[in-house]
């Protein structure tokens, strides 16, 4: 598993050279564990009731968050890898007493119904170090092994596809249109681990199977939504950058070491990745951020190294000497990080450092940037703006969920914008927490949360969103939706890019109740370099279903007439108003009111969620309606994105009304633009620039 007798001194030579650092300090990990391994855990974290069940202390939901001496199955696995480069036999007794260890703590947790991790980590790496002394482990130890795992790993399942299920407890059962790393993925583990051992050839080939069937439709699932511009599964970074690479990694390297099969020749969606990593990135003198579209955190939107530089060195290693441009671009990526931070981890897949044996030489990567300023993802539903690629260019992002699009940690944000320019402008609000409030399925998940488009109907049902509170469910009588989105439903896309200006064009009407909806379509374009023209047709099917625009901001805005602003570090947005005629533009936010929605404010836990004061997480918005009820609405507004060190004025914009259509004639960027709205409820928008 991972790597064969034959590339084994490959691995030991990158060990004892290029990835000493790794080595070392994981040998000291190694030789300061305690000989010997006891079942103990942090009685702060995990208590034992006074009938005997023991259970969780939040913000604590799993073993390997309270166990003092770790689970096991990562010990083994190092110590196991340890003993065959250095036929150390002390190694060799580590392996096999932290082995042995992990087995008790998974059968303790099952019988305790108990999570030992949301990951499996643990549960494989036990794995691997049964793989790796099978040479040395005698036909009892093998047999007591192998058993054991074929039983845990059946026991935890989350589906019926095998022998049914014993575990209650809430685990990750995610399948393979997920991140895939839940307790589905271990069925191919375990399968192979025993495969043909002759100790349970059956169930090891059930289960090999199953596992290597869904790890298939997961690496084609990839590939289908990464399409030719590496998208991988979900727009939420906090993911798709660190926890779904390496199931993707792993497999690859599985196949190779185990069956000789060079998936790479088959799956690109890794070669393509560092492309969507790119985009996603805002550069920034002090760390890259990104956008903060779907579950993340927003507490600085600082993208942390994290994974991001394993997977991109992986992606050199299983790609790099066949394409020159995407090992450009994992050198120029890598170089976003501190030289500290671009290192190679082994949390995830424990012999990583190790198992780069193919990379390529260095190379600067400049050269690899895109010159254009536009890129549509629809395999995750992103399209990306920009003027430059600089720390004082102007950064976009439009959110719009196409046929085939993933949904994977997908708000009901359909229409939603994000711009930057040196600091978040117009953002993405509220927060995921640690999940120990109702923010996340109440506020944070709904359309209300995001730049976007409201349809308000009495009684409406609040869509369903994962993130219950710590304490359980919300009680009876749960909020009614606060006017926004209650589908995934597709939208009809168009885009367009060209020298002066980009855009998109989202029919979003399926993605709201059509009860209340018989129209949603957003028009977003970006005149380059820093302005922005929003357009919106809204049609109700009653006149008095209030319809609103909304725009957040992480301070309070300042409103004056027509116009708006909004900062955020050293950033200012300026906005107008130029349709419709007759309009209300309120202010919300601020303490008490800066996650209000279906009545009421969702505050985060005061003390289990107290990190997140000063977070990125929009504690203000605009709320822009028609003045008179009407089943149509249609919105006009100009957005400029601007330098507070370098300040510019929105242009002065002369407006006509003529057959139907809005007029809209302003100078911008030494050019004179022309701008065409059809005002019924299926026209569109044109743009000419001379």
């Known amino acids: 598993?991972?790597?064969?007798?034959?590339?084994?001194?490959?691995?030991?030579?990158?060990?004892?050279?290029?990835?000493?650092?790794?080595?070392?300090?994981?040998?000291?990990?190694?030789?300061?564990?305690?000989?010997?391994?006891?079942?103990?855990?942090?009685?702060?974290?995990?208590?034992?009731?006074?009938?005997?069940?023991?259970?969780?202390?939040?913000?604590?939901?799993?073993?390997?968050?309270?166990?003092?001496?770790?689970?096991g199955g990562r010990n083994a696995a190092v110590a196991a890898f340890l003993y065959l480069?250095?036929?150390?036999?002390?190694?060799?007794?580590?392996?096999?007493?932290?082995?042995?260890?992990?087995?008790?703590?998974?059968?303790?947790?099952?019988?305790?119904?108990?999570?030992?991790?949301?990951?499996?980590?643990?549960?494989?790496?036990?794995?691997?170090?049964?793989?790796?002394?099978?040479?040395?482990?005698?036909?009892?130890?093998?047999?007591?092994?192998?058993?054991?795992?074929?039983?845990?790993?059946?026991?935890i399942q989350s589906d019926n596809r095998d022998v049914g299920r014993g575990a209650t407890y809430r685990r990750n059962g995610g399948g393979y249109k997920t991140g895939f790393y839940g307790v589905g993925s271990l069925r191919f583990y375990t399968g192979l681990a025993g495969y043909g051992d002759g100790i349970d050839d059956q169930a090891a080939e059930t289960l090999l199977k199953l596992g290597y069937d869904d790890h298939c439709k997961m690496m084609d699932f990839r590939e289908e939504i990464s399409g030719d511009q590496g998208a991988l599964v979900s727009y939420t970074l906090m993911y798709s950058l660190n926890n779904y690479p390496p199931t993707s990694i792993r497999f690859l390297?599985?196949?190779?070491?185990?069956?000789?099969?060079?998936?790479?020749?088959?799956?690109?969606?890794?070669?393509?990745?560092?492309?969507?990593?790119?985009?996603?990135?805002?550069?920034?003198?002090?760390?890259?951020?990104?956008?903060?579209?779907?579950?993340?955190?927003?507490?600085?939107n600082n993208v942390p190294a994290?994974?991001?530089?394993?997977?991109?060195?992986?992606?050199?290693?299983?790609?790099?000497?066949?394409?020159?441009?995407?090992?450009?671009?994992?050198?120029?990526?890598?170089?976003?990080?501190?030289?500290?931070?671009?290192?190679?981890?082994?949390?995830?897949?424990?012999?990583?450092?190790?198992?780069?044996?193919?990379?390529?030489?260095?190379?600067?990567g400049t050269g690899a940037l895109p010159k254009e300023g536009f890129r549509h993802f629809p395999g995750v539903g992103e399209v990306f703006f920009r003027s430059g690629h600089g720390v004082k260019d102007t950064y976009a992002l439009f959110l719009v969920r196409e046929e085939g699009s993933s949904i994977q940690h997908h708000h009901y944000d359909q229409g939603h914008f994000t711009i930057y320019r040196r600091g978040f402008l117009a953002l993405d609000s509220g927060t995921r927490g640690w999940v120990h409030n109702y923010q996340l399925p109440f506020y944070y998940s709904q359309t209300v949360a995001h730049n976007s488009l409201l349809i308000h109907m009495p009684?409406?049902?609040?869509?369903?969103y994962w993130g219950e509170h710590h304490e359980g469910k919300y009680p009876e009588p749960r909020p009614k939706c606060h006017g926004g989105q209650d589908s995934y439903e597709p939208s009809t896309v168009t885009t367009g890019s060209q020298e002066e200006f980009a855009f998109v064009r989202a029919d979003m009407s399926k993605a709201y109740n059509a009860k209340k909806c018989e129209a949603a379509v957003r028009e977003f374009f970006h005149?380059?370099?820093?302005?922005?023209?929003?357009?919106?047709?809204?049609?109700?099917t009653k006149p008095e279903y209030l319809k609103q625009w909304l725009i957040h901001s992480q301070n309070e805005p300042k409103v004056d007439g027509t116009d708006f602003a909004m900062e955020h570090g050293k950033g200012r947005l300026r906005g107008r108003v130029l349709w419709p005629e007759q309009y209300r533009l309120e202010k919300i936010g601020g303490p008490g009111k800066d996650f209000w929605a279906s009545g009421k404010n969702w505050e985060l836990h005061p003390e289990l969620e107290k990190d997140f004061a000063g977070a990125l997480i929009g504690h203000w918005r605009l709320e822009l309606s028609p003045a008179v009820e009407d089943n149509y609405a249609l919105f006009v507004n100009l957005l400029l994105a601007e330098d507070v060190e370098a300040p510019q004025q929105l242009?002065?914009?002369?407006?006509?009304?003529?057959?139907?259509?809005?007029?809209?004639?302003?100078?911008?960027?030494?050019?004179?633009?022309?701008?065409?709205?059809?005002?019924?409820?299926v026209g569109k928008t044109t743009i000419k620039v001379q």
């Open 651 to 681: 242009p002065a914009v002369t407006r006509k009304l003529a057959d139907g259509r809005i007029l809209l004639d302003f100078d911008y960027a030494g050019k004179h633009w022309s701008v065409t709205a059809e005002m019924d409820s």
């Open 306 to 364: 994290g994974f991001i530089p394993s997977a991109l060195y992986a992606c050199l290693h299983l790609y790099g000497k066949k394409d020159p441009q995407m090992r450009a671009m994992c050198q120029h990526l890598l170089n976003c990080f501190p030289p500290k931070e671009r290192i190679v981890r082994s949390t995830s897949i424990v012999l990583l450092p190790f198992l780069l044996t193919d990379l390529p030489a260095e190379q600067e």
């Open 253 to 300: 390297f599985m196949l190779q070491s185990a069956a000789g099969i060079d998936g790479s020749t088959r799956w690109q969606h890794l070669r393509l990745f560092p492309n969507w990593v790119f985009w996603n990135l805002i550069p920034d003198k002090v760390a890259a951020k990104e956008f903060g579209a779907g579950d993340g955190m927003h507490k600085t």
């Open 85 to 155: 480069i250095t036929e150390d036999a002390k190694y060799l007794e580590a392996a096999k007493k932290w082995m042995f260890h992990s087995l008790d703590v998974y059968e303790w947790a099952n019988k305790h119904q108990l999570m030992v991790e949301w990951a499996m980590r643990e549960y494989i790496q036990t794995l691997y170090a049964y793989d790796w002394l099978w040479n040395v482990l005698s036909p009892e130890e093998r047999t007591r092994v192998y058993t054991r795992m074929v039983q845990i790993t059946r026991f």
């Open 527 to 540: 005149l380059r370099p820093d302005l922005f023209l929003v357009v919106d047709r809204v049609v109700s």
């Open 1 to 71: 598993m991972l790597f064969t007798k034959e590339t084994l001194p490959a691995l030991k030579a990158r060990a004892f050279g290029e990835a000493k650092f790794a080595l070392e300090w994981n040998k000291k990990k190694i030789d300061e564990l305690p000989s010997e391994p006891k079942l103990d855990w942090d009685h702060s974290k995990l208590l034992t009731l006074p009938d005997g069940t023991l259970k969780f202390k939040p913000p604590n939901y799993m073993l390997n968050q309270c166990m003092n001496e770790g689970i």
């Open 459 to 464: 009684d409406e049902k609040m869509p369903p």
